[in-house]
């Protein structure tokens, strides 16, 4: 029991060595960031035209799992974390890619054979 | 070197057994597994919107349903309102890494402050959701319901439903919009509800002296990785109500 508490104070030691108070503002500014980046492209790129809505849509898509990665990475911690724990939370994943791929198919069939209600 | 010295060696790896191979805390492992499955719920609700989204021929525009500021102007700002609530939950975020921050120096006056503003931040967006959720339904959108339910003349119809199309209008599209709206955005402000709830708890164990005499600030970790998977949730309802 002893061993194990010594175990957990150098972890949470380690911790703080890896998330220093400088470090959380600048996740922070880097969200931040981002999201201005959204803004712009929603309310003023789409808008006049520099862009189409469905380029933009990718767009969006990929600054949001941008924006995840941080999260999930510093906030969350995970990047100090040990690589099993990464992998076993991420690839996990596979099963809600596919379940989009089914979801989007199975849209995609409703979009071409629903009569227009 | 002979095998048994060998053997020995073997037993020291990580994954021999008898120590956790991740070295992360007990609890903390069990928070993650639960947040995996919270996220696996989350993915379903918002492929499923998805999905309808990409069936449906046409579909109610984010810029034109969500352009008012409660309080301020009833219509002509888009996303001005939603992205104050999105700035309150990364700020909430951030000052609840900064009570995990304080809680790995051990710093109890710290880690009470940063819990408050966390606390006062989930309480701001929560109240921000109830304002919004109830400008949706004094226009006609609800759980089952939007703007042009109970009238039968098309023109009525119409006239009830074009200010939120961009384009063509269709009435099975608006309701299915409002009931994925509410039932969304509603399981996630629930989840806000009980992560503040949670937060006050430990707010009060904190002050108690709880972790001081345990001796560490593990609890504050735990609660601090629900409230940045809430945050997390959010940044996806975001893109996919209001953006896309």
């Known amino acids: 029991m002893s061993e194990h508490n010594i175990h957990t104070e150098e972890h949470a030691h380690d911790e703080h060595a890896s998330m220093s108070k400088k470090k959380i503002w600048s996740v922070f500014f880097i969200l931040l960031l981002i999201t201005v980046i959204e803004f712009i492209i929603a309310l003023w790129v789409i808008p006049k035209g520099y862009m189409s809505q469905s380029v933009g849509n990718y767009v969006y898509i990929a600054l949001t799992l941008l924006k995840a990665y941080y999260i999930v990475a510093y906030f969350m911690h995970l990047k100090f974390e040990k690589l099993g724990l990464q992998l076993s939370l991420s690839v996990s994943f596979v099963f809600i890619i596919y379940f989009i791929v089914l979801m989007l198919i199975e849209g995609g069939y409703l979009h071409a054979h629903m009569p227009l209600v | ?244």
């Not at chain 2, 009238?151 to 269709?170: C, M, R, V, W, Y």
Request: aromatic share 18%; charged share 10%.
């Open chain 2, 1 to 244: 070197m002979d095998s048994l010295s060998k053997l020995d060696q073997v037993k020291t790896t990580p994954w021999a057994g008898g120590r956790s191979p991740w070295s992360v805390e007990y609890g903390k492992i069990m928070m993650w597994f639960f947040l995996l499955s919270d996220a696996f719920t989350f993915s379903s609700l918002l492929v499923y919107y998805g999905a309808q989204r990409f069936s449906k021929f046409t579909w109610p525009d984010p810029d034109l349903v969500f352009q008012s500021i409660p309080g301020f102007a009833d219509h002509g700002y888009p996303l001005v309102f939603v992205g104050i609530m999105t700035f309150i939950l990364i700020m909430s975020s951030v000052t609840m890494v900064l009570a995990v921050e304080a809680g790995h120096r051990r710093s109890k006056k710290e880690v009470i402050w940063w819990m408050v503003a966390t606390i006062i931040g989930g309480f701001m967006f929560l109240g921000c959701q109830a304002i919004e959720w109830t400008h949706l339904h004094h226009e006609g959108f609800w759980f089952g319901t939007n703007p042009a339910t109970g009238l039968t003349e098309p023109g009525a119809i119409t006239k009830a439903l074009q200010p939120f199309f961009d384009g063509q209008i269709s009435y099975v599209s608006a309701l299915q919009f409002s009931n994925l709206f509410f039932t969304i955005t509603g399981f996630h402000g629930f989840h806000v509800f009980s992560g503040v709830i949670i937060n006050i708890i430990i707010l009060l164990m904190v002050i108690n002296g709880t972790f001081e005499k345990r001796g560490h600030y593990l609890m504050v970790e735990k609660v601090g990785l629900y409230w940045h998977f809430v945050d997390l949730v959010w940044v996806f309802v975001f893109t996919f109500f209001y953006l896309v």
